[in-house]
């Protein structure tokens, strides 16, 4: 056989028949869209970690207007620091948050005046905490959760009547105890924290 008659394929065309096969096709445009989506989610994270410390430093604003528009700038601000949830808390989602901080306080007001009368025997002292407690564990607690509910109903000036209503016994309390000469600087100083927060309140309420 005549060896010019032999014909061999150009080298090139192995590799073109290769290139050209469909499965090479799809794995070449399946990485492109790897790559893409690659592109797309480190574009996203850095657009987040851009974006969300100025979201954050924008409500960190927010809550330090709103204090600062109270008399008890430092009071309001220990206690929307207290929950995180307040960065991301709107003018009426930081009222709601100072309200439990007001339930919270009473708790602990609660606890104190339990804790006193424990240590009395029976006599004045002992009736005028009795009665200061009673008080606040029904009245208080009642006003404030209606407080609570009037404030998600977007009646206002309801809340605002209630806490004024609510900081009347705690006050009253202060008065009792004084008729029968008995004082505690720590109740009367958490009873002061609360009327702080109580004033706080109302004052950004009062700005709705």
């Known amino acids: 056989m005549d060896r010019d008659l032999i014909c061999f394929p150009p080298k ?17 445009t399946n990485h492109r869209k790897i790559l893409s989506i690659k ?15 100025i979201s954050i430093c924008a409500k960190k604003d927010l809550m330090v207007n709103e204090c600062h528009n109270t008399q008890v700038p430092s ?50 002292v002992k009736t005028a905490l009795e009665v200061c407690k009673k008080d606040l564990s029904m009245n208080v607690a009642t006003n404030l959760s209606e407080a609570k509910k009037s404030l998600k109903t977007g009646d206002y000036d309801k809340v605002n009547h209630l806490i004024e209503l609510a900081l009347g016994f705690p006050h009253g309390c202060l008065f009792k105890l004084k008729l029968v000469k008995f004082t505690s600087p720590q109740l009367s100083s958490q009873i002061n924290i609360y009327g702080q927060l109580s004033d706080a309140a109302m004052r950004i309420i009062d700005r709705f």
């Open 39 to 53: 592109k797309m989610i480190k574009f996203l994270l850095l657009t987040i970690l851009v974006i969300s410390p």
């Open 75 to 124: 009071i309001c601000m220990q206690c929307l620091e207290s929950d995180p949830t307040s960065v991301q808390a709107n003018p009426v989602g930081i009222a709601g948050i100072i309200l439990q901080c007001l339930d919270a306080h009473l708790h602990i007001i609660i606890n104190n005046i339990t804790d006193l009368s424990s240590k009395k025997d029976e006599g004045e």
């Open 12 to 28: 090139w065309s192995k590799t073109r028949r290769a290139n050209s096969h469909p499965s090479n096709k799809y794995s070449i």
